[in-house]
């Protein structure tokens, strides 16, 4: 089974402009969550897609916003870039059983630079 | 809310020797614990998850971690580290209930060099 892919790997934007991020999970995934990652911050939880739906939202500026299609893909964006945004971003997709616990599985991460 | 603390920032240790990296939590619900491994410019990897029974886990690549609930706890250790295991190492929670185990919650990472 493929891992979960993230395009692209490697992003460089000014201030000011807008991005988008995508993430392929892995085939039969349906839950996937995003994180932004920075060295004074750490990670941190964005927002978690379910079902193209956004079940919960992590204390984040209404700058980022995502969305999810109907294959389970997600896509994240951020508008007017700011130079604290950059980051490392990171997908995690999970499955969806009716266990309490499904272990989510992370992609490489999109490296986005804001000049 | 839940929240993280690794104590450590950095562990340098020699090959062969071993570690521990500590990780101490917070929370008001009851939460699962997990230790993820992140190497140079790749994503998280999981190493080692307490969901339930025996506090003593065994993960991946020789690592374990013993989940301690009076000191709400979960270190990482290994007896014997090699070169390859230079990297971040990162401990989290979520919690058990309401569906919200998808949400993890981190620590801010204890990077681990391993010397010859």
């Known amino acids: 089974k493929a891992g979960v892919t993230q395009t692209p790997r490697y992003l460089i934007k000014t201030r000011g402009q807008q991005v988008t991020l995508s993430c392929s999970p892995i085939?039969?995934?349906?839950?996937v969550s995003w994180y932004q990652q920075t060295p004074g911050q750490g990670l941190q939880f964005l927002f978690e897609y379910f079902s193209e739906t956004q079940r919960n939202k992590g204390n984040f500026p209404g700058r980022f916003s995502g969305r999810q299609f109907s294959n389970s893909r997600s896509e994240m964006n951020v508008s007017t870039l700011e130079l604290g945004d950059s980051a490392l971003y990171l997908c995690?997709?999970?499955?969806?059983?009716?266990?309490?616990?499904?272990?989510?599985?992370f992609g490489p991460g999109t490296r986005l630079t804001v000049l | 809310a839940q929240s993280v603390t690794q104590l450590d920032s950095q562990v340098p240790v020699f090959e062969e020797a071993p570690v521990e990296l500590r990780c101490n939590y917070s929370s008001s619900v009851s939460v699962y614990l997990f230790w993820y491994v992140q190497y140079p410019n790749q994503g998280l990897q999981l190493l080692l998850k307490?969901?339930?029974?025996?506090?003593l886990v065994k993960g991946i690549n020789g690592f374990e971690a013993e989940f301690n609930k009076s000191q709400t706890s979960f270190h990482l250790r290994k007896p014997s580290v090699h070169i390859s295991d230079t990297a971040e190492y990162f401990c989290a929670v979520s919690a058990r209930s309401g569906g919200s185990n998808y949400k993890l919650t981190f620590g801010k990472g204890t990077l681990l060099t391993v010397n010859p």
């Open positions: 995690a997709s999970s499955s969806t059983s009716a266990s309490s616990y499904n272990e989510q599985f």
């Open positions: 307490y969901l339930s029974g025996s506090t």
């Open positions: 085939s039969g995934h349906r839950s």
